[in-house]
């Protein structure tokens, strides 16, 4: 019933910038924490950025000054965007949503409840 499509992703050179957009249907996002993860080539998911129902924001220390995420409850659609992109930002990032009402944001990916299918983002150098 939920689903969240990720889309933005794409190749760009190192410093260049590219802004991931997350549109959810099925329910209203509004209240809930959202959080962006990325997956390296062979690594694990990490966690990138959330924000919570309030705005609040947290940040992973290898993106922060970098990246920024926002939301924009009237399109229901969570957005990152990402400067100054470093070959190492290169992955597969994912949106995600907690199931809990006014929630806090995690950086566990075991915390979400719903995620979208992932976008590819590759620097170059």
């Known amino acids: 019933q939920v689903q969240l499509v990720e889309s933005g992703g794409g190749l760009v050179q190192a410093g260049g910038s590219l802004s991931l957009s997350c549109a959810a249907s099925?329910?209203?996002?509004?209240?809930?924490?959202m959080g962006w993860f990325r997956r390296a080539p062979g690594k694990e998911r990490d966690f990138v950025a959330g924000?919570?129902?309030?705005?609040?924001?947290s940040y992973s220390d290898l993106v922060k000054g970098r990246f920024t995420i926002s939301r924009d409850n009237a399109k229901n659609t969570v957005y990152l965007q990402m400067n100054s992109l470093k070959p190492e930002d290169t992955a597969v990032y994912y949106c995600?949503?907690?199931?809990?009402?006014?929630?806090?944001?995690?950086?566990?990916?075991?915390?979400?409840?719903?995620w979208g299918q992932g976008t590819q983002v590759t620097v170059s150098s």
């Open positions: 995600a949503a907690k199931d809990s009402l006014y929630s806090g944001i995690s950086s566990t990916p075991t915390a979400y409840a719903y």
């Open positions: 099925g329910r209203t996002l509004s209240r809930y924490a």
């Open positions: 924000i919570k129902w309030t705005g609040s924001t």
